[in-house]
């Protein structure tokens, strides 16, 4: 059997902490920011975690 490739998406968008949490960034902070208060544009700089209904999913993308 081939080996089982990771998803180049899922590699890109997702790292994985030491403690095994899986890290990623927000969303919404790639165009129209003129709009957008400057305490929300910095809170969206920051990484989030995946939340625990997701995990299975992307370890599977990342085939942990």
Do not use: C, Q
Not at 15 to 20: I, P
Not at 30 to 51: A, F, Q, W, Y
């Amino acid at each position: 059997m081939p080996k089982v490739k990771t998803k180049s998406s899922a590699k890109k968008r997702f790292k994985l902490t030491g403690s095994g949490k899986i890290r990623r960034k927000h969303a919404y902070k790639s165009h129209i920011l003129t709009k957008k208060e400057t305490k929300r544009k910095r809170n969206l700089t920051k990484m989030g975690e995946v939340h625990e209904s997701d995990v299975n999913r992307v370890k599977d993308m990342l085939r942990i």
